[in-house]
């Protein structure tokens, strides 16, 4: 059978890099210089947000992908891309803060408590914030089996972040629709896991 | 709710981004390749913004139009660029992005148009394209544009009061509202094709306004900007300019101005009624359920680090209107 080399795994490692990193500062090159249409704040937070989602989406469908093709190796760059996940998030919140809100601290923290969709949005970001934060293989050996624990909680950030998104639209919920649903299936795909963790 | 101070780091002239160097930023863009790599984590917001689509190709033509500009209307405001004002658009009928318009709407035809005025009226009027230009006096008005969305802009108008035709049509004494309907015309504006691309709004997109709002002298029909007739992304041929109010009020492309006794349906609170008004007047002490409107932020050039956020005034700095809804609790009515 035919098996992903080591060396495929670092090409897509590297494409990863190239493609997630390129492309963002790519888009804040633009935005500061005022060459992202418009209103270039808004594009930046929808870019960073949507960016977010899709490469947390990336990261879930490793390894259901890596069990049904039987590809073990591919499982070594799902922390990468989840840890990108996590740097667009930051990115996006940053955005908001900095160039949306414009470092008004005391507006953030009323936002997040009285704005349902901040709230979930922020809530998202702390469970990820923490993820990456313990993501180092020293940190998993020290947690031991508490590791995976705490890092089953990005099936709690990921309903979050779909609701995060339908929430934050005027009209048209089609393509929220579609992103939750997406997400959804991620969550199904790992039923088991889920009910075992919530019974638990 | 949070009351900030304005500060003095007001844009210059000088600032503003050249029009040859914004309309490069699509070459640097394709000069780096980075075209491919759109396609493998697009969703359609990257259309949003526009960063990985094709330059429209500007074939709607606009033309210049002769007006006066009255002293009364001119606010010491920074103007937001042309540029931006005929880029960023909300016009669902030709796509729910921002750029989606300018992209959609370039084979637009607004020669032949009809705009009626009917209904509750001794003497209904039809216009037809060239009279939206000649029949009455154009002059160019300054105003500030907030959006719902609390972002806003500060644009050169040309056209004329909307009580001027209203008054022409002589309205009965029934007469207490004024509905507006935009075009339906599916074959030219894709929005209204399906509800996928048309934001799941029920077109035609109609509005309304209290006869006295609509006779108001701040109330103008509009026909131009920046100089030239408008181009079809913001409202070509004629649009209501209604600037105390959120901009979803003013409806482009007008065909009908109904006058009637009851209060008319208005599209977007019939979309989501908690969150839009009939009223939708700019309120900084009311907030959308969903973010506060008590600051804006202003478009006008500079990217990402302009301070340009501002506090948002009571119906958007027209205090004159204030006496429309002397007795009206503006919580209730939004």
Redesign the interface.
């Known amino acids: 059978m035919y098996r992903v080399t080591t060396k495929q795994v670092m090409g897509l490692k590297a494409l990863t890099h190239l493609?997630a990193l390129?492309?963002l500062i790519?888009?804040?090159y633009?935005?500061?210089?005022?060459?992202?249409?418009?209103?270039?704040?808004?594009?930046?937070i929808?870019?960073t947000g949507?960016?977010a989602f899709?490469?947390l989406l990336i990261s879930l469908v490793i390894s259901p992908l890596a069990k049904y093709s039987k590809q073990g190796a591919l499982l070594r760059i799902r922390r990468l891309i989840g840890l990108y996940a996590f740097f667009y998030a930051f990115c996006h919140f940053l955005s908001y803060l900095l160039?949306?809100?414009?470092a008004?601290w005391?507006?953030l923290l009323?936002?997040i408590v009285?704005?349902?969709?901040i709230t979930v949005g922020f809530s998202a970001f702390v469970i990820l914030t923490l993820l990456a934060a313990t993501s180092t293989q020293r940190i998993q050996r020290a947690l031991g089996r508490r590791w995976q624990h705490l890092h089953n909680w990005v099936y709690l950030a990921l309903p979050l972040v779909g609701l995060h998104f339908i929430?934050?639209v005027?009209?048209?919920?089609?393509?929220p629709i579609i992103y939750l649903t997406i997400a959804l299936t991620l969550l199904f795909l790992r039923k088991r896991k889920l009910l075992k963790h919530v019974t638990k | 709710m949070l009351i900030r101070t304005p500060k003095s780091s007001e844009l210059k002239e000088s600032q503003v981004t050249d029009e040859k160097t914004y309309l490069a930023r699509r070459s640097i863009v394709k000069s780096l390749g980075f075209l491919g790599a759109g396609a493998l984590l697009s969703s359609s917001s990257a259309r949003g913004y526009g960063l990985f689509s094709s330059e429209p190709e500007p074939i709607f033509k606009t033309s210049p139009l002769s007006f006066s500009k009255p002293s009364n209307y001119r606010p010491d405001d920074i103007l937001t660029p042309e540029q931006k004002v005929i880029s960023h658009n909300n016009f669902y009928e030709f796509g729910t992005g921002k750029s989606d318009p300018v992209e959609n709407a370039q084979s637009f035809k607004v020669d032949p148009w009809g705009l009626s005025i009917e209904g509750l009226v001794e003497k209904p009027i039809t216009l037809d394209y060239d009279s939206l230009f000649t029949k009455f006096d154009l002059e160019e008005r300054i105003y500030r544009l907030r959006c719902v969305e609390a972002w806003s802009m500060v644009v050169p108008w040309i056209g004329f009061s909307l009580g001027d035709i209203i008054k022409q049509a002589k309205p009965l004494s029934k007469a207490k509202y004024v509905a507006f309907e935009t075009l339906h015309d599916p074959k030219q504006m894709p929005g209204q094709r399906s509800r996928f691309s048309g934001g799941g709004i029920d077109y035609p997109y109609v509005e309304g306004l209290r006869l006295d709002e609509a006779m108001h002298p701040l109330s103008l029909l509009s026909v131009g900007l920046y100089g030239k007739t408008l181009p079809p992304q913001n409202g070509a041929p004629i649009r209501l300019v209604v600037p105390w109010k959120y901009g979803f009020k003013s409806i482009k492309s007008i065909v009908k101005i109904r006058l009637t006794d009851t209060m008319p349906p208005t599209t977007w609170n019939r979309l989501a009624p908690s969150e839009y008004g009939f009223y939708a007047n700019v309120n900084p002490r009311v907030d959308h359920p969903r973010w506060s409107q008590a600051s804006e932020r202003r478009i006008t050039s500079g990217g990402l680090l302009s301070r340009n956020r501002i506090p948002t005034e009571m119906f958007n700095g027209y205090p004159e209107v204030a006496s429309l809804y002397a007795k009206m609790d503006l919580n209730q009515f939004y």
Request: hydrophobic share 45%.
């Open positions: 493609i390129g492309w790519l888009t804040f633009l935005a500061f210089t005022d060459q992202m249409g418009a209103d270039p704040v808004q594009a930046l929808h870019f949507m960016g899709n490469l160039f949306d809100l414009q008004e005391v507006l009323s936002e009285k704005r349902p969709y929430w934050s005027k009209s048209g919920l089609v393509e």
